[in-house]
């Protein structure tokens, strides 16, 4: 089981970027899958999930109208585009996924099993 997350890069203010996240050894289309992030001194936090099935979405409000969330599953893949960057959103991004959880605890990083290595994110203002 293995998440590869990409896309991240150096940005200006006011910039976008487009994050990826291959899965493989898994059944995509079976898990809820959750991008987290964990800036410098930090604790890691949630920045949004999709759930499977529905594909209902869930974000942190600090992201809630610059960031959207989505996923294909016949490629496996889930997205996370980011505009309108900030240098808070400066981060190693991590994606996550979980095949059982109830929905209170999408938001939750302790209810995710499967973790990418991590993608670095700098915005620079």
């Known amino acids: 089981v293995q998440l590869q997350a990409s896309g991240g890069g150096l940005v200006q203010a006011g910039g976008s970027l487009r994050l990826s996240c291959a899965a493989s050894g898994l059944t995509f289309s079976n898990f809820d899958m959750g991008w987290f992030r964990q800036g410098p001194g930090k604790e890691r936090e949630f920045v949004s999930a999709i759930r499977k099935y529905a594909g209902t979405t869930f974000y942190a409000d600090s992201v809630k109208g610059r960031f959207t969330i989505s996923r294909d599953n016949a490629k496996s893949t889930l997205y996370l585009q980011m505009n309108s960057l900030k240098p808070e959103d400066t981060a190693v991004y991590y994606c996550?996924?979980?095949?059982?959880?109830?929905?209170?605890?999408?938001?939750?990083?302790?209810?995710?099993?499967?973790w990418g290595q991590g993608t670095q994110v700098t915005v620079s203002s």
């Open positions: 996550a996924g979980r095949q059982t959880g109830i929905l209170s605890t999408i938001r939750n990083v302790a209810h995710y099993n499967v």
